[in-house]
């Protein structure tokens, strides 16, 4: 089907589609192929992952009123025109239309295969900003739950399955990691999202004012006890109660709560009077309850009522794929914050980004991407393209330092050819030599406004 390949190819002669579709497929492309722009157009839906390859002069639906009808229907699809009566005119009408490239008939596989290339990763990366977009609808002030691989998905759809159910959730996952803003979710996904989230941090109270807080008291019921307090069971009759770092309630008031929760009713210290609460509590902890229990550290019996379902949050480690969707929704939210303009990413954060253990999880890399938009991610954020460990030779340090001189120009270009040969003072031919040994995607340093630039013919030597 045409959403699982990478290219969909369109040309009217049988024999140059045939041909156009072995090139791309001995490329390593996946290929659907039609002989009619209107059999493509009634495959082709928005956001389809891959590209369009599409001849010109075709009947009925030619190549340009393609553009124009895929460009309709989203217009960040990158459409490749080939042609083989192909002019300057022609070139510039198809990029002004919004032509992501213009190749002319005959061409090299190495040029097809490279434009092709260059428009799937530009693709993916429109997909990726839209997704993160998309994904502020996720989003909490502090933690957003952000992210595109398979556990985030699962994740989510956990959620929204549990959500508008009554049952009690508990929330596994290392500090900082969203336990917080997956319990807000189950809160605001359900029907008592109009009722109270109240968030208690079971770690950070003391073991006398706990039980005060969580169950309340009347008046002279302990020394201070000056007046009657509501506490936040229930305060959180109707909404939900979240108990955030449970593993740290001391074992006389897991009795109470075990309480509380078989009956759904609470009393208050020193009152005799029970009342009835409309109770969802949603539990975290950072360390293994089951393990816990065993040491004696916490009660069995509140671990298995709190069990019903649970939740675990991956540690941002285990989802590498999710960080630099995260950190630019992150230097993004930082830049407004701060009345920043947005930073672009340098090659030595990107490095760390990806190499980084992030014990700390998400909320390590927001506080990481705040540092950054400030200008005080000095670590690796300023880091020298000489500054290479010793142990490496002299030709792979003077490597990186050429990839990093070339990365600089296509960013001070934004990404045009023309300027960046100028920069650097070195053939086309040298250029393009150089990119393909670096793995440098210049359309990854492209604004919008240069994300079609067109070489016509083959690079000059």
């Known amino acids: 089907m045409s959403e699982l390949t990478d290219v969909m190819l369109v040309d009217d002669d049988p024999d140059l589609l045939k041909a156009t579709a072995q090139t791309l497929e001995l490329a390593g492309f996946a290929v659907s192929r039609f002989s009619r722009a209107a059999a493509m157009l009634a495959k082709m839906h928005i956001d389809y992952p891959g590209v369009i390859v599409s001849d010109i002069l075709m009947p009925e639906i030619d190549g340009l009123e393609l553009l124009d009808l895929v460009r309709s229907r989203d217009q960040d699809i990158p459409v490749i025109l080939m042609t083989g009566h192909g002019d300057i005119p022609m070139a510039v009408r198809a990029i002004q239309n919004g032509a992501y490239d213009f ?29 993160l977009r998309e994904a502020v609808d996720f989003a909490e002030e502090d933690l957003p739950l952000i992210g595109q691989t398979p556990a985030m998905e699962r994740l989510r759809r956990i959620i929204r399955q549990i959500a508008d159910t009554d049952v009690d959730v508990l929330i596994t996952g290392e500090t900082g990691s969203g336990k917080e803003v997956v319990a807000n979710l189950l809160h605001r996904w359900s029907r008592r999202a109009k009722g109270h989230f109240v968030a ?24 201070g006890a000056q007046k ?12 939900t109660l979240f108990l955030d770092e449970i593993e740290s309630m001391k074992l006389s008031t897991q009795v109470h ?14 009152s005799n009077e029970v009342k009835p609460v409309d109770l969802r509590v949603v539990a975290a902890a950072k360390k293994d309850l089951n393990e816990a229990a065993r040491e004696g550290s916490f009660r069995e019996d509140l671990y ?5 379902v649970t939740i675990s949050i991956p540690p941002l480690r285990d989802r590498r794929a999710d960080v630099a969707l995260l950190f630019n929704y992150f230097i993004q939210r930082a830049s407004k914050r701060f009345g920043r303009e947005t930073p672009s990413i340098p090659p030595q954060v ?3 980004l990806e190499t980084h253990h992030w014990p700390g999880n998400v909320r390590e890399l927001a506080h990481y991407a705040e540092r950054f938009v400030l200008g005080l991610a000095e ?3 300023t880091a020298s393209p000489t500054a290479t460990p010793p142990s490496r030779s002299l030709p792979e340090r003077l490597d990186e330092y050429e990839a990093q001189i070339i ?18 003072g070195i053939p086309r031919k040298t250029f393009y030599d150089k990119l393909q040994r670096h793995g440098i995607e210049r359309a990854a340093y492209a604004t919008t406004s240069r994300k079609s630039d067109v070489d016509f013919g083959k690079p000059d030597a």
């Open 103 to 131: 190749i002319t008939k005959p061409f090299s596989p190495e040029r097809l295969a490279q434009t092709v290339k260059r428009a799937l990763e530009t693709r993916r990366l429109q997909l990726e900003n839209k997704a």
């Open 257 to 270: 709560m075990l309480r509380v929760l078989e009956g759904r009713v609470v009393s208050p210290l020193g």
């Open 350 to 352: 990107q490095r760390h």
């Open 379 to 381: 670590d690796v954020g």
């Open 200 to 223: 208690l941090n079971c770690g950070a109270l003391p073991e006398t004012v706990i039980e005060s807080e969580l169950f309340g008291h009347e008046t002279g019921a302990f020394t």
């Open 228 to 239: 009657k307090r509501v506490g936040r069971i229930e305060y959180s009759s109707g909404g």
């Open 304 to 308: 298995y009522r709190l069990n019903v």
């Open 407 to 424: 990365r600089d120009a296509l960013k001070a270009s934004d990404g045009d050819v023309r300027t960046t040969l100028e920069k650097l």
